[in-house]
């Protein structure tokens, strides 16, 4: 919901959308200068890989030449050039995925949304991709959102790291700061690596100071 929100495909019941510190809550999603990437892919099983690629530089009216240039340029950086004659149904999943990413990338546009791009790809494409992924939007320049349910994909991709649970925020912060200050139990157990052992004490007051004892244990 929030990636739609900010993409435009669905409006708010309260509240603003700010891009670039320009208000953008009643501007149409083709004007926004987003791009967005689906965990499902959301390729147009008709066309070919050039052509989904190019959609976004068709919508912009960019000459043919632009187009070729465009969609050639993006496609060798993620190393499918090899497959833009190819229709979504003779695609494997790795190479759905990053057409899908190709197209959001081509225009350039100023804030990307992916959402959980890598969920539908094999663990070693996963990895690669892990790998691969901040180079690719480093070069770009983008403002990215990121969703995902793997606190590992998020720990190694994020700058900054929103962990919401039911609709709402329950923390933001880098990662170091997620990891070593969670603000929860849940957010504790959630990013805790090795799994964090929670213990069931209370504190005691002596004359030596406040402690909670767990056995013959004081701390």
């Known amino acids: 919901v929030l990636l739609r929100l900010v993409a435009g495909v669905i409006d708010p019941d309260e509240g603003k959308i700010l891009i670039g510190g320009e ?5 149409d999603a083709e004007f926004r200068g987003v791009g967005m ?21 068709e919508a912009k009216r960019s000459s043919e030449g632009a187009i070729k240039i465009g969609v050639e340029s993006v496609a060798k950086l993620l190393k499918i050039g090899h497959v833009l004659s190819h229709k979504p149904r003779a695609l494997s999943n790795g190479q759905k995925q990053r ?11 100023p804030v990307l949304l992916l959402d959980d791009p890598l969920r539908n790809v094999d663990a070693k494409l996963r990895f690669e991709m892990r790998l691969e992924l901040p180079r690719l939007l480093a070069d770009r320049g983008a403002t990215v959102i990121y969703v995902t349910q793997d606190y590992k994909e ?10 919401m649970s ?20 849940e957010i504790a157990r959630l990013f805790g690596d090795p799994t964090i052992n929670l213990l069931d004490v209370k504190p005691q007051r002596d004359a030596k100071g406040i402690y909670v004892g767990l056995s013959n244990v004081q701390v």
């Open 37 to 57: 990437a689906f965990q499902n892919f959301a390729l147009f099983p008709h066309m070919s890989a050039f052509e989904n690629i190019a959609t976004p530089l």
């Open 154 to 163: 998020a720990m190694a991709l994020g700058d900054r790291i929103a962990v």
């Open 23 to 27: 208000d953008m809550t009643d501007v």
């Open 99 to 109: 057409t899908a990413l190709a197209r959001a990338l081509v225009g350039s546009p």
């Open 166 to 185: 039911q609709g709402v925020i329950r923390q933001l912060g880098t990662p170091e700061q997620i990891y070593r200050e969670p603000a929860n139990i």
